[in-house]
Every structure is written in structure tokens, then in C-alpha cells.
T-cell receptor, first 114, second 115 residues
Framework: AQSVTQPDIHITVSEGASLELRCNYS??????LFWYVQSPGQGLQLLLK??????LVQGIKGFEAEFKRSQSSFNLRKPSVHWSDAAEYFC????????????FGAGTRLAVHP | DAGVIQSPRHEVTEMGQEVTLRCKPI?????LFWYRQTMMRGLELLIY????????DSGMPEDRFSAKMPNASFSTLKIQPSEPRDSAVYFC?????????????FGPGTRLTVL
């Protein structure tokens, strides 16, 4: 069965430090990959997505993610975290051949220390 | 564009009462999703509509839950009777198209508390 794993439930970083959030998926073919961010009391906002082509994708707010087929991973990165990045981050996977159903990971809650 | 609109933003009700959550998708979008978010289960897809037709309702927990989309600009999710375990944040999302690569735009959610 298809699944999405975000191994880290909580991460705390200092402002200005680099960030990497992990995401692994289970699927027999290349899926469509997404990262969403949810600020407190808000809905989810798309940060970036990967469908094909260059495996390093750029998103909004200075985020990027790299698709690694050999590791079935799609990790989210940011070189320098800002206090406003504190939020919950969700990795999601969609699959071709069906409709636009997404499977979401459990989320990683990011805290940023000043 | 105003984005996906949900109402109410907060709902507190007593066990056994009927609850109706409302959603207005982004104009022109033809796919609509209802999700439920809880600490224990994360974000779950409840039901998906395409062109106002329910395509997949396999995530609807039980018969107490029902959803309708009478037209392209309005959908409701109803719980009758409500139970404390239904307490959650309910999100509506919409997208243009019916493929997995179509971006889903989420509303702000309705926080439901059933006492």
C-alpha cells in the first residue's frame, strides 16, 4: 500500500540555522510529491511540488526539496530559518493513474528559537 | 480571488446535535475535497467530488456523516448525530482538474468541538 512517512514529529532549530525535514514514501513508481505548510489556525499552503525533470525543486519562502528516487525520499530544506517559519510541515504524495487523491504524512512541527 | 471559504470557523455543539459545515470552493475549480485533521489520525480525506459528483467517499467514517455538492460553488458536510469523537478540524480544499498533480487549495478550516 502507498504510504508517506515523516520520521520527525518535532524539530527545533535556532533562527539562522539550516533546516532539513525528511519525507519518505512507499510506491512502485514515481509519484507526484508535495510539501505543504500549515501555520497555527490556518489551512495548508503549498510550498513546492515535484512531478518530473530536475530533481531539485524550488518553492516559495526560500524552501527547496530534492527528489531521490534511490532513497524514495523528498526532503525539504532551507539554508537559513526565520522565526516566521515556525509551523507544521506536511509531505504529501499523489499517484498517477487515479484521481487527484493525496496521501499526507503525519507532519513535522517546527519550532524556531531566537 | 477570495480563496476557499469555510463556515463557520468554530462550532461548539452538544452530543447528539446535527452539525453542518459549509464550503465555497475557488471559482472555476471542479474538484472539491473534505478532510478531517486530528492529533491521533492526522489529515484524512473524507470525500472527494469532481464536477459536483462524489467520486470517492471511502473515507467517510460512518453513516452519521454525509456530504453534498448541489452546485459548483457550494458543498456541505453534515454530521447527524454528532459525537465527542467527531471533534476535529475539518478542511475543505479545491483544485482545477482531476489529476494528482493539480494543486489543492485549502480553506482555513472549521474547528468542531462536540461536548
Amino acid at each position: 500500500a502507498q504510504s508517506v512517512t515523516q520520521p520527525d514529529i518535532h524539530i527545533t532549530v535556532s533562527e539562522g540555522a539550516s533546516l532539513e525535514l525528511r519525507c519518505n514514501y512507499s510506491y512502485g513508481a514515481t509519484p507526484y510529491l508535495f510539501w505543504y505548510v500549515q501555520s497555527p489556525g490556518q489551512g495548508l499552503q503549498l510550498l513546492l511540488k515535484y512531478f518530473s525533470g530536475d530533481t531539485l525543486v524550488q518553492g516559495i519562502k526560500g524552501f527547496e526539496a530534492e527528489f531521490k528516487r534511490s532513497q524514495s525520499s523528498f526532503n525539504l530544506r532551507k539554508p537559513s530559518v526565520h522565526w516566521s517559519d515556525a509551523a507544521e510541515y506536511f509531505c504529501a504524495v499523489g499517484f498517477s493513474g487515479g484521481y487527484n487523491k493525496l496521501i499526507f504524512g503525519a507532519g513535522t512541527r517546527l519550532a524556531v528559537h531566537p | 480571488d477570495a480563496g476557499v471559504i469555510q463556515s463557520p470557523r468554530h462550532e461548539v455543539t452538544e452530543m447528539g446535535q446535527e452539525v453542518t459545515l459549509r464550503c465555497k470552493p475557488i471559482s472555476g475549480h471542479n474538484s472539491l475535497f473534505w478532510y478531517r485533521q486530528t492529533m491521533m489520525r492526522g489529515l484524512e480525506l473524507l470525500i472527494y467530488f469532481n464536477n459536483n459528483v462524489p467520486i470517492d467517499d471511502s473515507g467517510m467514517p460512518e453513516d452519521r456523516f454525509s456530504a453534498k455538492m448541489p452546485n459548483a460553488s457550494f458543498s456541505t458536510l453534515k454530521i447527524q448525530p454528532s459525537e465527542p469523537r467527531d471533534s476535529a478540524v475539518y478542511f475543505c480544499a479545491s483544485s482545477l482538474g482531476d489529476q494528482a498533480y493539480n494543486e489543492q487549495f485549502f480553506g482555513p478550516g472549521t474547528r468542531l468541538t462536540v461536548l
